[in-house]
């Protein structure tokens, strides 16, 4: 069973931050979050992960409160293109991925 | 991040036959998965694939029905088998890639229409 909760959908202007929240609650000591995302049709891509510091490389930012409870995915100025699914994972090192139903974001113009 | 390709792209297969979706990737992989995307659903692992040794599959799948072939580290087949249009599907592979770094990319995925 996926291990966290998302937003079923989200909207955001094109150009503006997009934030995704997850919540996982039960998240355990060894466990990193993931986050995917998937275009219509394509295969899912990966974006980030994180244990437990804040991550940042050039598709997003991953924000992890410090009782890693929750997260936040932030696309910095989104585009058309990042309309897409949204995953959030929580994972240790060698478990399998199990992918809930995520955010389904709609950037719009 | 490595390329991986699958083929066929798409098919529509009559009930009963089966069909064999090929995964090839660019670099050699010790992991290789396949997961089912049924429609308006999100992604289910059927199982993984390990060079050299029989494949493992989650509860819900077995070999009988998707056999799966792992004749080198960069190849993989999932046999879909014996279908019905409940097979109906996005069928997808993965790969652990970078090695050790336990990051899974996927391929574009084969889409299944049974009839």
């Known amino acids: 069973d996926a291990k966290t909760t998302q937003p079923t959908s989200m909207d955001c202007a094109e150009g503006r931050a997009a934030n995704l929240p997850c919540n996982h609650s039960?998240?355990?000591?060894?466990?990193?979050v993931y986050w995917y995302r998937q275009i219509h049709s394509q295969g899912p891509q990966y974006i980030i992960h994180?244990?437990?510091n804040n991550e940042t490389n050039e598709m997003a930012s991953l924000i992890i409160t410090e009782d890693r409870k929750s997260s936040t995915l932030i696309l910095p100025h989104a585009t058309l293109r990042d309309t897409a699914v949204y995953y959030c994972?929580?994972?240790?090192?060698?478990?399998?991925?199990?992918f809930g139903p995520g955010t389904r974001l709609s950037v719009l113009p | 991040s490595a390329v991986i390709s699958q083929k066929p792209s798409r098919d529509i297969c009559q009930r009963g036959t089966s069909l064999t979706i090929q995964c090839q990737v660019d670099?050699?992989?010790?992991?290789m998965f396949w997961y089912r995307q049924q429609p308006g659903q999100s992604l289910t692992l059927i199982a993984t694939a390990n060079q050299g040794s029989e494949a493992t599959y989650e509860s819900g799948f077995v070999i009988d029905k998707f056999p799966i072939s792992r004749p080198n580290l960069t190849f993989s087949t999932l046999t879909v088998s014996n279908m019905s249009p409940e097979d109906s599907s996005i069928y997808l592979c993965?790969?652990?890639?970078?090695?050790?770094?336990?990051?899974?990319?996927f391929g574009p995925g084969t889409r299944l229409t049974v009839l």
């Open positions: 994972i929580v994972r240790s090192y060698g478990q399998n991925f199990v």
């Open positions: 670099s050699q992989v010790t992991m």
């Open positions: 994180g244990l437990k």
């Open positions: 039960t998240i355990s000591g060894n466990e990193y």
């Open positions: 993965s790969v652990d890639y970078p090695q050790g770094t336990d990051t899974q990319y």
